[in-house]
Nanobody, 119 residues
Framework: QVQLVESGGGLVQTGGSLRLSCAAS????????MGWYRQTPGNERELVAR???????YYANSVKGRLTISRDNAKNTAYLQMNSLKPEDTAVYYC?????????????WGQGTQVTVSS
């Protein structure tokens, strides 16, 4: 069984910074990709940033230049460095991982961490 554990959320003022972490553990052969999603009440979960094992990245237009995703493959951990935060960044952030276990490939989700940016 695979588990994703998130940390790093909190309350910051506009322009502040946070760093989110997501550590994967369990029976893992390969993590093909990891990403960060966010969700606010009444809205669908949206992709914020994603990174493949090779290092290819994707960012939502709303966060380009402010948020940076990275990963440490040896530690099965992904990070989201959040700079120049805005009130519209306020949401619950969820880590996601596409993990291969022999012939099985599945998506896994972290428990979510609250990020609140005050104006």
């Amino acid at each position: 069984q695979v588990q994703l554990v998130e940390s790093g959320g909190g309350l910051v003022q506009t322009g502040g910074s946070l760093r989110l972490s997501c550590a994967a553990s369990g029976s893992i052969f390969s993590i093909n990709a990891m990403g960060w999603y966010r969700q606010t009440p009444g809205n669908e979960r949206e992709l914020v940033a994603r990174i493949t094992r090779s290092g290819s990245t994707y960012y939502a237009n709303s966060v380009k230049g402010r948020l940076t995703i990275s990963r440490d493959n040896a530690k099965n951990t992904a990070y989201l460095q959040m700079n120049s935060l805005k009130p519209e960044d306020t949401a619950v952030y969820y880590c996601n991982a596409l993990i291969q276990r022999y012939s099985t490939v599945d998506n896994y989700w972290g428990q979510g961490t609250q990020v609140t940016v005050s104006s």
